[in-house]
């Protein structure tokens, strides 16, 4: 299944948490765990929040991928479906 990650970054960060936030971020692609595919990544202009397209069978891994991030951002998750066009038959 198709989910949506939505991550909002908390305004009150200071510099040091935000270094962390990287630091948690880059651990994360670089050890993404098996049963999970990131499809794609984006993040807003103003780097406010990040949206990642990621798959799984198993919801329970992304509770836990999103566990360590908790301090540091608002995160909404989004089950999505591909679509190809509005009312194409």
Not at 23 to 31: E, G, I, V
Not at 54 to 82: C, H, K, N, S, Y
Request: charged letters at 25%.
């Amino acid at each position: 299944m198709l989910y949506m990650l939505v991550n909002r970054t908390r305004k009150d960060l200071s510099a040091q948490q935000y270094q962390a936030l990287g630091k948690l971020a880059q651990d994360f692609y670089d050890n993404i765990p098996e049963g999970i595919t990131l499809h794609h990544d984006w993040a807003a202009n103003d780097r406010s929040c990040t949206f990642a397209l990621m798959e799984t069978e198993d919801p329970e891994l992304l509770e836990q991928i999103q566990e360590p991030f908790r301090g540091f951002v608002d995160i909404e998750v989004i089950a999505v479906t591909a679509i190809t066009g509005w009312g194409k038959a």
